[in-house]
């Protein structure tokens, strides 16, 4: 079974704090994203990884950036956290094998920005 | 206009009854369809594929039309358990990123 597994289900921190989402996956896939998601406006792509130490920009990368060392882990970064980054955010991974396009989702971590 | 489009709902539907989900996208290069389901609470989950031919999973049955470029997916006699929200998914041929329908909601009423 596939398994993505994120730092913190549930996180708070103040305006101007530097936040740190960390997501691991164990099916050494080559595609690793980062999603928001929000009420009335569903999933949107904030930054998404093909490939070790690659990294491109999705629908809304403003305000965020992103790290990937090594295959399996997938680090999304809010530099200077804003009450507006209140949200659900999703990791999810998938393999370009088979060009099935499946992701496989993290369980969540839901930031509170005060 | 957004490049998929779902109603959201909420569809409020009983038990046992057939209910569908209709999804359209804008780029007629979408090569790729896809049905997720997300629990409350919970990630998405793949649901089911959808192939230009339609196809069939027990009660669940999705359909692509490329000519008005729309997807739909159809549970019949459905259960309690179906209740969650349903998210149509589309893909372009050789880009792994997916764009994702804002979800449908659906509870099963007894």
């Known amino acids: 079974d596939v398994k993505v597994t994120q730092s913190s289900r549930y996180l708070v921190k103040r305006t101007g704090e530097k936040v740190f989402l960390e997501c691991v996956q164990d099916?050494?896939?080559?595609?690793m994203f980062w999603y928001r998601q929000d009420p009335g406006l569903g999933l949107r792509l904030i930054y998404f990884?093909?490939?070790?130490?690659?990294?491109e920009k999705g629908d809304i990368p403003e305000g965020y950036s992103v790290s990937r060392e090594k295959k399996e882990r997938f680090s999304l970064i809010l530099e200077s956290a804003s009450t507006n980054q209140t949200s659900m955010y999703l990791c999810?991974?998938?393999?370009?094998?088979?060009?099935?396009?499946?992701?496989?989702f993290g369980p969540g971590t839901r930031l509170t920005v005060t | 206009r957004k490049e998929v489009e779902q109603d959201p709902g909420p569809f409020n539907v009983p038990e046992g009854a057939t209910v569908a989900f209709n999804c359209t996208y804008s780029?007629?290069?979408?090569?790729?369809f896809f049905w997720y389901r997300q629990d409350c609470r919970k990630e998405p989950k793949l649901l089911m594929s959808?192939?230009?031919s339609g196809n069939e999973d027990g009660r669940f049955t999705a359909q692509l039309n490329r000519a008005s470029q729309y997807i739909s997916l159809l549970i019949r006699d459905s259960k309690l358990s179906d209740s969650a929200t349903y998210l149509c998914?589309?893909?372009?041929?050789?880009?792994?990123?997916?764009?994702f329908g804002t979800g449908a909601r659906l509870t099963i009423i007894p």
């Open positions: 999810a991974s998938s393999s370009s094998d088979r060009g099935t396009y499946e992701q496989y």
């Open positions: 959808v192939y230009s």
């Open positions: 998914v589309v893909a372009w041929f050789g880009n792994e990123k997916l764009t």
């Open positions: 099916m050494d896939h080559e595609n």
């Open positions: 990884s093909y490939d070790v130490k690659m990294k």
């Open positions: 780029n007629s290069a979408s090569q790729s």
